[in-house]
């Protein structure tokens, strides 16, 4: 398997500019997560699903931050209007109820100036 | 608050050293632990997970430890390398938090040569 694939790896914005971070989990996985990594926060959980329906988002910052999971392959984070402060590398990672060990993918580095 | 704490932030030892990292949380009902590694840049990869039923999981030199009623997990390192050298996050599934996993801080291992 390739594991959890994110993209890009890297995104440089401009504050005000539409973000789209990209994730498809590990094929046969039921649960994806995002999350966020900063120095200064470590490594905070935004929103996860089950079976493609959001379960708790009570980690998404604000009103711009949205994602959804349209099919069980396939899944976007978009923060919209984006600001410096969420300059930080986005991580996703699945899971299955079988084990609940989940896999992270690479991440994508995200700086928004 | 269920939080979880890994201490020391920063570790380094000389190369052949036996050498254990410390995970502690906060509340002993939880579901599973899991330890990472991440490299710098890099995204997390799953070293071992621990079923609150276990006490301990192994794989090659590292041994992971789960003692739920004094809130504490260790993983061992045996015969330490320089390629060892990394940030090691711990995190546990609380029973009460659907499959959402709190991270602890990390601890930033050196292996000296």
């Known amino acids: 398997d390739a594991g959890v694939i994110q993209s890009p790896r890297h995104e440089v914005t401009e504050m005000g500019q539409e973000v789209t971070l990209r994730c498809k989990p590990i094929?046969?996985?039921?649960?994806l997560f995002w999350y966020r990594q900063t120095m200064m926060r470590g490594l905070e959980l935004l929103i996860y699903?089950?079976?493609?329906?959001?379960?708790?988002d009570s980690g998404m910052p604000e009103d711009r931050f949205s994602a959804k999971m349209p099919n069980a392959s396939f899944s976007t984070l978009k923060i919209q209007p984006s600001e410096p402060r969420d300059s930080a590398v986005y991580f996703c990672a699945s899971t299955t109820g079988a084990s609940y060990e989940q896999y992270f993918g690479p991440g994508t580095r995200l700086t928004v100036t | 608050k269920q939080e979880v704490t890994q201490i020391p932030a920063a570790l380094s030892v000389p190369e052949g050293e036996n050498l254990v990292l410390n995970c502690s949380f906060t509340d002993s009902a939880i579901y599973n632990l899991q330890w990472f590694r991440q490299d710098p840049g890099k995204g997390l990869t799953s070293l071992l997970l621990?079923?609150?039923?276990?006490r301990e999981q192994t794989s090659g030199r590292l041994n992971a430890s789960l003692d739920k009623s004094s809130g504490r997990s260790t993983l061992y390192i045996a015969a330490s390398q320089p390629g060892d050298s990394a940030t090691y996050l711990c995190a546990v599934v609380y029973n009460n938090a659907g499959n959402m996993l709190t991270f602890g801080g990390g601890t930033r291992l050196m292996v000296k040569p």
């Open positions: 094929s046969g996985h039921d649960y």
């Open positions: 699903f089950n079976n493609n329906v959001p379960i708790d």
């Open positions: 621990i079923q609150s039923s276990q």
